[in-house]
Nanobody, 123 residues
Framework: QAQLVESGGGLVQAGGSLRLSCAAS????????MGWFRQAPGKEREFVAA????????RYADFVKGRFTISRDKAKNTIYLQMNSLKPEDTAVYYC????????????????WGQGAQVTVSS
């Protein structure tokens, strides 16, 4: 079994910051990498960022480069997504996920998913 639990979502004004956390347990901890995706109403789920558990290699979607930072705390089995300079278009449900292989941007390559955390950015 694997469990991923997100926290840290909420309502913030444009230009503000939020930090999401994702606590992993069970088989999720032994996976190669962890990723963050988001899904806005009426839109497909899209890749945000990913990080490898072992060496901390990262990958970002172009639209978050310079604004979002993914990190992990191996001792706590937790990954984070620091989101700065938030925009109204960042409003979505944010999901963390675990993958067996590389830092994939494809949702289908991820085996385990959290329940999601709502992030709302007001203008």
């Amino acid at each position: 079994q694997a469990q991923l639990v997100e926290s840290g979502g909420g309502l913030v004004q444009a230009g503000g910051s939020l930090r999401l956390s994702c606590a992993a347990s069970g088989r999720a901890v032994s996976m190669f990498s962890m990723g963050w995706f988001r899904q806005a109403p009426g839109k497909e789920r899209e890749f945000v960022a990913a990080i490898s558990w072992s060496v901390g290699a990262t990958r970002y979607a172009d639209f978050v480069k310079g604004r979002f930072t993914i990190s992990r705390d191996k001792a706590k089995n937790t990954i984070y997504l620091q989101m700065n300079s938030l925009k109204p278009e960042d409003t979505a449900v944010y999901y963390c996920a675990a993958a067996r292989f590389s830092l994939s941007t494809t949702p289908g390559d991820y085996d385990y998913w959290g329940q999601g955390a709502q992030v709302t950015v007001s203008s």
